[in-house]
């Protein structure tokens, strides 16, 4: 039940972003391609300048499940990091360890990646790290704990059971997928980010 709950709201704010959060929620949105609601239908008035960047600002925060307090910091940081303050931010943000989890296909969704992490299954340089949104360097290796590699969900995964779901692999991670390991080879590039984010429209978010 609470499964079918979880999907059915992450299916509700897909809609409400125009955004496919997850699998289940992307054959929501081909059945229903509107927004949620009885007037989800219905031609809405043009959004304001604020309500756009707001909604971009949403549409990357859910697609990384993170919450505020972590966005804002994120983008501070990378304000404060030389190059563009919009791509510095997606990158900082690919970097967390749960989106490499996700990219790397151990896991479905962002949020089973998260799970895997909080629940000590997975480990950076031989260390278990249960923090999601620990930044993995350059040259570090992710890789699922041994006792945790029989699970059902992993051997899943080991066996390529999430690529039809998930973006190809990006050229940034090294994966060894049927071993479950991948490696950070360099810091992501934007346009190899499998996000869907206007950058600039957050940067004058928190700019505003």
Known sequence: MANNTRARRQARLSRSLGIALTPKAAKYMER????????????????????????EKQRLRAQYG??????TRAFEEARRTKG????????????RLDAL??????????????????????????????RPSFRVGEGQLVHV??????????????AGGHRDVLPAVPAYLDVK???????????????????????????EFYAR
């Open 32 to 55: 229903r391609p509107y927004g949620p609601g009885e007037h989800g239908r219905a031609r809405k008035k043009q959004d304001s300048d604020y309500a756009v960047r707001l909604r």
């Open 66 to 71: 993170i919450r505020e307090a972590q966005m």
């Open 84 to 95: 563009l303050t919009g791509e510095n931010l997606i990158e900082l943000l690919e970097m």
């Open 101 to 130: 989890v996700l990219r790397a296909g151990f896991a479905r969704t962002i949020a089973q990646a998260r799970q895997l992490v909080v629940h000590r299954h997975i480990m950076v340089d031989g260390i278990r790290v249960d």
């Open 145 to 158: 704990h041994t006792r945790s590699e029989t699970m059902v969900p992993l051997q899943v995964a080991a």
């Open 177 to 203: 997928l049927e071993a479950l390991q991948a490696r950070l080879v360099r810091r992501p590039k934007r346009s190899e980010i499998p996000v869907t984010c206007e950058e600039q429209l957050v940067v």
